[in-house]
Every structure is written in structure tokens, then in C-alpha cells.
């Protein structure tokens, strides 16, 4: 099974691409610099039909044994949450030397309300920038402003129709091309089935149980090079 993966891993320029869904709860927020460690490429994904200033209220539950407060409610906007959710990704900057790049991505283009009497396509693209130029105004004076990758105002939001092919690809080649720019290193297809097996024993809850002995034979077993194992 591990030789047919570490097969499949040996192409030329293979990439590891580890993706983690943070949740958009505001309160999962404060987590998001723990699960990266490494240059990043981070999708901020909002719906283009939800009004930026509607309000709600969101609750936060601690744990049942904690002796602090019970339960509280906040209340946020939609551009609160687009906010701080940004200022969380990039705080990671703070505590790490890697770089993390932001992409906005607004889903439901084609949900947007429009005229049947007019180019709808173009009157989608121009509330898709009205929607750009508020979040721009809101944003310019984040400090997580510099890290959203934009060449102007018209590409501040990519807009999708989440049931278009052609706009699901326009999302990979941005995230390929931010991808490209970044720091990255060459490692042996084998260490990576290896640290595959090893986070495999780590969910198990079993990683602290093995020998250094039973790591060797994992690794082998990997296909790692003697010399490497050793």
C-alpha cells in the first residue's frame, strides 16, 4: 500500500499541499496561527449575496469546567468577521518567519440580483466591485491589508459561481501562482509517506508508544534509504 503511494509521489515537481478548513465560527479565530507552520496561502470565502454591515450575535459557550464566565453573546458584522478573521491569519507573522498570503474569494456570484433588461453579466461584475471598494476602504488600514494579493481594485474580489468550472479553475491558477512565490523545499517522496504514517499513529494516540526501533522499521517499510534511517 505505502510503495503504491510513494510511487504515485514520484513526479517530477510533485507538490505536498496540506489544506486545513478553519471554520468561520469567530470564535475558532483565535486558533488559526496555531495551525500554521509553514508559508501559507489563505482563503477567505464569503458569500457576495450577504449584506457587509448585517449584524448577528454569536454565542460563546466555554467549557463546562472552566470556573470563569458562562456563556456570552457578541455581536458582530459581516465585514467585523471578514476583519478579524484577516487579523488573525496574519498574526501568525508575530511568532513565525513564514509569509502568509491571502486570497479574497466571494461565492454565489450568480446568486446576485439583477435586472433582466440589461448585460447581466456586467451588472454582476460591477456590484461584485462595489462590494471590492467597501471591504477595500474597510481594510486599508489592517495590518493584514498588504498580505491580500491584488493588483488593483477590480481583482481585490474573485467571484465565482460556485457551479461554474471556468471560475472553480481561475481559483487554482491564482492559488498556483501564489503558490510559486513562496519558500519551499524538495523532500524525498518516502519522508513524506513516512510523516503520512507517523501522523496516521499521532490520531491513533499510539505515537508515544513506539520504540525507536519500530521508527526504523516504519520508515523502511516507506522505502527511506538505509543511510537516511540511520
Known amino acids: 500500500k505505502w510503495?503504491?503511494?510513494?510511487n504515485a509521489l514520484k513526479i517530477d515537481k510533485a507538490m505536498f499541499l496540506q489544506i486545513i478548513d478553519g471554520g468561520g465560527q469567530p470564535s475558532f479565530q483565535e486558533i488559526f496561527p496555531l495551525l500554521i507552520n509553514g508559508p501559507s496561502v489563505t482563503l477567505l470565502?464569503?458569500?457576495?449575496?450577504?449584506?457587509?454591515?448585517?449584524?448577528y450575535t454569536v454565542q460563546y459557550q466555554p467549557d463546562s469546567e472552566s470556573e470563569g464566565p458562562k456563556a456570552w453573546d457578541d455581536t458582530y458584522s459581516v465585514k467585523d468577521i471578514i476583519s478579524h478573521?484577516?487579523?488573525?491569519?496574519?498574526?501568525?507573522?508575530?511568532?513565525?518567519?513564514?509569509p502568509c498570503r491571502i486570497l479574497l474569494v466571494g461565492t454565489h456570484k450568480d446568486k446576485l440580483e439583477v435586472s433582466q433588461d440589461h448585460d447581466q453579466d456586467k451588472e454582476r461584475n460591477e456590484k461584485i466591485l462595489n462590494i471590492a471598494q467597501q471591504l477595500h476602504g474597510w481594510l486599508r488600514h489592517s495590518k493584514a491589508f498588504e498580505s491580500i494579493q491584488v493588483t488593483n481594485i477590480k481583482s481585490f474580489i474573485?467571484?465565482?459561481?460556485?457551479?461554474?468550472?471556468?471560475?472553480?479553475?481561475?481559483?487554482k491558477e491564482k492559488i498556483?501562482?501564489?503558490?510559486?512565490?513562496?519558500d519551499s523545499k524538495d523532500i524525498p517522496a518516502p519522508w513524506l509517506v513516512f510523516d503520512f504514517v507517523l501522523h496516521k499513529y499521532a490520531k491513533?494516540?499510539?505515537?508515544?508508544?513506539?520504540?525507536?526501533?519500530?521508527?526504523?522499521?516504519?520508515?523502511?517499510?516507506?522505502?527511506?534509504?538505509?543511510?537516511?534511517v540511520d
Do not use: W, Y
Not at 510503495?3 to 510513494?6: G, H
Not at 507573522?93 to 513564514?98: A, E, G, M, N, V
Open 158 to 171: 474573485t467571484g465565482i459561481d460556485n457551479s461554474s468550472e471556468q471560475d472553480i479553475v481561475l481559483v
Open 176 to 182: 498556483e501562482k501564489i503558490i510559486s512565490q513562496l
Open 85 to 98: 478573521a484577516l487579523s488573525s491569519f496574519v498574526s501568525q507573522s508575530d511568532t513565525t518567519p513564514f
Open 204 to 228: 491513533q494516540k499510539t505515537l508515544r508508544k513506539l520504540q525507536k526501533s519500530d521508527c526504523k522499521d516504519i520508515a523502511i517499510h516507506c522505502e527511506v534509504k538505509d543511510d537516511e
Open 3 to 6: 510503495a503504491e503511494v510513494v
Open 45 to 55: 470565502i464569503f458569500k457576495l449575496t450577504d449584506d457587509l454591515e448585517r449584524m
